[in-house]
């Protein structure tokens, strides 16, 4: 087997803030010697999240069993998606920041499957993935990730189940959505139809020019490859996604 050196596009703020949290998590169930220090466990983690390095690979690389690793990365996980913003808070800080919109949008999270799996399914975008709702500022940082949901459920319904809509309905913040969300009596939509009047033409193009920057937010997601197409459990994508969102404002 070959080795080499590799570059982690990521500050060293980041690792010095995973580690930390593993150093205090390793110290609050006592745990005893392991084979990586903090430090090592919180860079295989960040490898493994930002690079989509699978797990057999970093533990060659690290000198650790693959059954290890994995260990590694599911605790790590779900101790940085445990810090990130629930739902109240995300829109009461939203409030507060007196952002003058904000933009709800639905992305998805390819999976490794067949196609006998239909409830992951999305005819949207004819693959097979689970459905993530995000809420982003108007220049494009995330604010708050949804759990998952299976890939046919239509964004609409999504946000309907997380309740996102009626929270942000209720705290008064100017929400601008897609089409997916038609049949929203809150959100801003464009408008449907062919042979539209010129006033209505000119009233998508603004939202959409007023959307763009914040629908960036997603593609933010996708720049940690290990949500390009997820060969886990479908249902981590939630936790991986708010444990990347977490990350995303340590980089920030």
């Known amino acids: 087997m070959l080795f080499y050196r590799a570059a982690l596009p990521l500050s060293r703020k980041t690792l010095t803030f995973v580690a930390g949290i593993i150093r205090r998590h390793r110290a609050s169930i006592g745990s005893c010697w392991r084979k990586l220090n903090p430090g090592q466990q919180a860079l295989l983690v960040l490898a493994h999240l930002r690079k989509g390095e699978t797990l057999a690979e970093l533990a060659a690389g690290f000198g650790v069993g693959v059954t290890t690793a994995w260990r590694y990365v599911n605790e790590t996980v779900a101790l940085l998606a445990a810090r990130a913003p629930k739902l109240r808070r995300a829109v009461r800080d939203a409030k507060k920041a007196g952002y003058a919109y904000v933009v709800v949008d639905g992305t998805l999270i390819p999976i490794d499957r067949v196609a006998a799996d239909r409830p992951f399914y999305s005819g949207k975008h004819k693959k097979h993935g689970m459905n993530l709702q995000v809420i982003a500022s108007p220049g494009g940082d995330i604010l708050w990730v949804s759990g998952a949901l299976p890939g046919s459920v239509h964004d609409k319904k999504a946000e309907w189940i997380w309740g996102v809509l009626a929270e942000l309905e209720a705290a008064g913040l100017v929400t601008l959505a897609d089409k ?61 996604a708010k444990a990347i969102h977490v990350l995303q404002i340590r980089e920030a």
Request: aromatic letters at 8%; charged letters at 30%; glycine letters at 6%.
């Open 180 to 240: 997916g969300y038609l049949g929203s009596t809150y959100a801003k939509i464009p408008y449907r139809g062919k042979n539209k009047p010129e006033s209505q033409k000119q009233a998508n193009k603004a939202h959409a020019k007023l959307r763009a920057p914040a629908e960036r937010a997603n593609a933010q997601l996708k720049n940690w490859r290990i949500l390009r197409k997820l060969r886990c459990c479908p249902w981590r994508a939630g936790q991986l």
